[in-house]
């Protein structure tokens, strides 16, 4: 079975550069979460699409921003790299017919 | 809002010995509750979820959690564990809208020989 995809997998980068993710979720899906893990740490909840609109916003940073396309995949764009920025990002997936999310093997951020 | 709280940040067991991960959790409305597994470097795999119905619920890989509404906890347990079951293992809960995920910090089971 077809499952979320994220590229890059591994992403390397200076301070003050921007990165961009991505998140292509299971076909038919319609929502998209992010999430960011930081080392150590529990998932945070960033940011999550509905229907290509954004439905809900957690302890995301100003210098971030994500949007979902017309063809529902997401990109989460990053913008003023920090050391702390330094994390595995998460991408998930669902729809109503589902009461759970489908996660993607995430993008291993490092910011040097 | 929600919260959840892993008591064990990590707990070692030897192999085929039973296995009991806890997690409390904290919410003023109703919640479904999630276990997740990651193993090293990867995605979080879904073990079993509640979300209505009988308390005693069945996962993959022979893990089983029961859900206590008046303890307000969605322990994890497995009666016989293997070394393949070395992992980092998360609960999660959501309201019933379902918008977003609270993790809890993870507890790491680490099965010896």
């Known amino acids: 079975a077809a499952g979320v995809i994220q590229s890059p997998r591994h992403l390397i980068k200076e301070k003050r550069e921007t990165a961009t993710l991505k998140c292509y979720p299971i076909p038919r899906h319609d929502t998209v979460y992010w999430y960011q893990q930081g080392p150590g740490q529990d998932p945070q909840f960033l940011i999550s699409f509905y229907e290509k609109m954004q439905s809900d916003k957690g302890s995301i940073p100003d210098r971030f921003s994500a949007q979902q396309f017309s063809d529902y995949h997401s990109e989460l764009n990053m913008s003023s790299l920090e050391l702390g920025d330094s994390a595995l990002y998460f991408c998930?997936?669902?729809?109503?017919?589902?009461?759970?999310?489908?996660f993607g093997p995430g993008t291993r951020l490092t910011v040097l | 809002a929600q919260s959840v709280t892993q008591l064990d940040s990590q707990v070692p067991v030897f192999e085929e010995a039973p296995v009991e991960l806890r997690c409390n959790y904290s919410?003023?409305?109703?919640?479904?509750l999630f276990w997740y597994v990651q193993y090293p470097n990867q995605g979080l795999q879904l073990l079993l979820k509640?979300?209505?119905?009988?308390?005693l619920v069945k996962g993959i890989n022979g893990f089983e959690a029961e859900f206590n509404k008046s303890q307000t906890s969605f322990h994890l347990r497995k009666p016989s564990v293997h070394i393949s079951d070395t992992a980092e293992y998360f609960c999660?809960?959501?309201?019933?809208?379902?918008?977003?995920?609270?993790f809890g910090s993870g507890t790491k089971l680490n099965v010896k020989p």
């Open positions: 509640y979300l209505s119905g009988s308390t």
């Open positions: 998930a997936s669902t729809t109503n017919s589902y009461n759970e999310q489908f």
């Open positions: 919410s003023s409305v109703s919640v479904y």
């Open positions: 999660a809960v959501s309201d019933l809208s379902f918008n977003k995920f609270y």
